[in-house]
């Protein structure tokens, strides 16, 4: 007897989230799990939620990284500003999208990475000096608009097995 596929999940890098609670309700309308995965630096406090679950790696530079990433199956939405953490969970095959709604695919991370690169060099070099723009409430509704395309992206291909 096949088992069925696991249902997809929002993998959510949680240490800097602006978007948790919209990640959250967006999981509650459509059946997705949350994980909340974070290093314990920041406190992260989870809704008292069946679906949503907090998993607290050891502290250290990307151990929140990787377990996103080794985890990251086809089916599941990668949440996160991390350029380089998106870019393996699309190798993986999973989806994956920035904090303020930008999807990142395997058509656009490549320059993505080359720009974070060209930045932090620019930042090192003291050319630039600030960091992201604040979230605003534009970003907040394309995150959630790009959120819930993806998430049916995901569904369909839960489907389809």
Request: charged fraction near 25%.
């Given at each position: 007897?096949?088992?069925?596929?696991?249902?997809?999940r929002f993998l959510v890098d949680a240490d800097a989230?602006?978007?948790?609670?919209?990640?959250?309700?967006?999981?509650?309308?459509?059946?997705?799990?949350?994980?909340?995965?974070?290093?314990?630096?920041?406190?992260?406090?989870?809704?008292?939620?069946?679906?949503?679950?907090?998993?607290?790696?050891?502290?250290?530079?990307?151990?929140?990284?990787?377990?996103?990433?080794?985890?990251?199956?086809?089916?599941?939405?990668?949440?996160?500003?991390?350029?380089?953490?998106?870019?393996?969970?699309?190798?993986?095959?999973?989806?994956?999208?920035?904090?303020?709604?930008?999807?990142?695919?395997?058509?656009?991370?490549?320059?993505?990475?080359?720009?974070?690169?060209?930045?932090?060099?620019?930042?090192?070099?003291?050319?630039?000096?600030?960091?992201?723009?604040?979230?605003?409430p534009a970003d907040r509704s394309r995150f959630?608009?790009?959120?819930?395309?993806?998430?049916?992206?995901?569904?369909?291909?839960?489907?389809?097995?």
């Amino acid at each position: 007897m096949d088992t069925p596929p696991a249902p997809p999940r929002f993998l959510v890098d949680a240490d800097a989230c602006p978007v948790r609670d919209e990640a959250v309700r967006v999981a509650g309308r459509l059946g997705f799990a949350v994980v909340l995965v974070t290093n314990g630096a920041r406190p992260v406090r989870p809704p008292a939620l069946p679906y949503v679950r907090l998993v607290v790696v050891s502290e250290g530079a990307d151990k929140a990284d990787d377990w996103i990433a080794e985890e990251a199956r086809p089916v599941d939405v990668c949440l996160t500003a991390d350029i380089p953490l998106a870019a393996r969970c699309l190798a993986r095959g999973a989806f994956a999208i920035s904090f303020k709604g930008r999807p990142w695919t395997t058509d656009n991370i490549g320059s993505a990475l080359a720009g974070r690169d060209l930045s932090q060099h620019l930042r090192e070099t003291g050319a630039i000096t600030g960091g992201p723009a604040p979230m605003t409430p534009a970003d907040r509704s394309r995150f959630l608009n790009a959120l819930d395309t993806m998430a049916q992206a995901a569904l369909r291909r839960a489907r389809q097995g």
